[in-house]
């Protein structure tokens, strides 16, 4: 299987490559961002500096909309006679060779990486998806309510990823490593309760490597839509942006060369990043047809706002971009806008409305 995973991420690397000259992420550039459209500010100060190229349907052709008998979670743990795997499930390539194809696509290996391990921010978790010795990701879960008959929705699956700290991602109390109210855990809760299932992941480290937490989420997605989620959303700040971008691509190409290997309508709704880095943004030229939404600060002094305007020229339709005014790398002045807005998006992505009853298909 690793020889057919790596021909699968062989057309990766070749984008990679013709990228590398332009998608320079540790540059920081204070100069405002390239656009000919000048910003027109919203009442809630975020600046629209993108209208939305064509919507289309969040929803992928094919995909079934019946209603299935609803399972639990599949567990964490690894198959046992507890825990069998589905007997018509069988492994796609993409999780034995994910971590060696994303070492190759970046030009390093994990064994270079010499950097000292420098812990997280504090980030409370339910579940540790271990890939083996000090590899792993944290995992909150945030399930959504029994209806009468007890059973939970299966509409869609949503991967929140931080920036390179880890912790609860952004949107953060000024100066807080850790704040329960930053946006991510609100915007869990708030879907959750409407109908989503909610994973909201931080690294084993400070500066984790890309491949390993590629091949974490690679995993964390079979599991999650051998449990019926068939739907998967990203959502990334920062580095959790690009690493967004990368699993979105590689499940994408998984679910296209090995249908057989995923459940029928398993498919990428949607892709979200928060003051993203380049790295991974040319492969959203690849992701025709998946909603794309993307929000940069304009006094990023982190991440230049430039980047934004880069990122947006790779991506396929269809997809957004919004600057946000006045805006700092932590996005916290805009954050009752963002919840409000990303809310709003990812339940249309998720196919469902704000009451949580379904779109029509």
């Not at 990228?19 to 600046?47: C, F, H, L, M, Y």
């Not at 100066?175 to 309760?193: I, K, M, Q």
């Not at 390993?212 to 995993?219: G, H, M, R, Y």
């Not at 979200?272 to 794309?292: F, R």
Request: hydrophobic fraction near 35%; charged fraction near 25%; include cysteine.
């Amino acid at each position: 299987s690793g020889s057919g995973a790596r021909g699968t991420f062989g057309a990766l690397a070749h984008l990679l490559s013709d990228a590398a000259a332009t998608a320079d992420i540790g540059e920081i550039d204070k100069r405002p961002p390239p656009s000919s459209q000048k910003p027109e500010v919203s009442p809630q100060g975020a600046a629209v500096a993108r209208t939305e190229r064509n919507q289309g349907s969040a929803d992928c052709a094919g995909c079934t909309t019946e209603e299935e008998p609803e399972e639990d979670d599949v567990a964490f743990d690894p198959p046992s006679e507890g825990n069998p795997r589905p007997a018509s499930s069988v492994e796609p390539s993409v999780l034995s060779g994910a971590a060696e194809s994303v070492a190759e696509l970046f030009g390093v290996s994990r064994q270079e990486d010499s950097e000292p391990v420098v812990q997280c921010y504090p980030f409370p978790h339910d579940v540790k998806f271990t890939l083996g010795d000090d590899r792993y990701i944290e995992v909150a879960r945030h399930k959504p309510p029994k209806d009468a008959s007890g059973r939970r929705s299966k509409r869609a699956a949503i991967m929140f990823l931080p920036g390179v700290h880890g912790g609860v991602g952004p949107c953060r109390s000024d100066g807080a490593t850790y704040d329960e109210n930053a946006l991510f855990p609100l915007l869990a809760e708030r879907l959750s309760a409407a109908g989503m299932h909610c994973y909201r992941v931080s690294w084993n480290r400070q500066s984790p490597s890309i491949s390993d937490v590629v091949e974490a989420l690679t995993a964390l997605a079979w599991r999650v839509i051998r449990g019926r989620k068939r739907k998967v959303i990203f959502v990334g700040h920062s580095l959790g942006g690009s690493i967004a971008m990368i699993a979105a691509e590689i499940l994408r190409r998984s679910f296209l060369e090995e249908p057989s290997s995923w459940p029928k309508g398993a498919h990428i709704a949607g892709v979200c990043t928060l003051a993203s880095a380049l790295s991974g943004a040319h492969l959203t030229s690849q992701l025709e047809g998946i909603p794309k939404l993307f929000f940069h600060g304009t006094d990023d002094d982190v991440v230049s706002p430039v980047c934004a305007d880069t990122l947006y020229k790779y991506s396929a339709h269809p997809c957004t971009l919004q600057y946000l005014e006045g805006a700092g790398h932590d996005l916290l002045s805009h954050k009752a806008y963002l919840l409000d807005k990303i809310e709003h998006w990812l339940l249309v992505c998720s196919g469902v409305r704000s009451d949580g009853k379904r779109l029509n298909a």
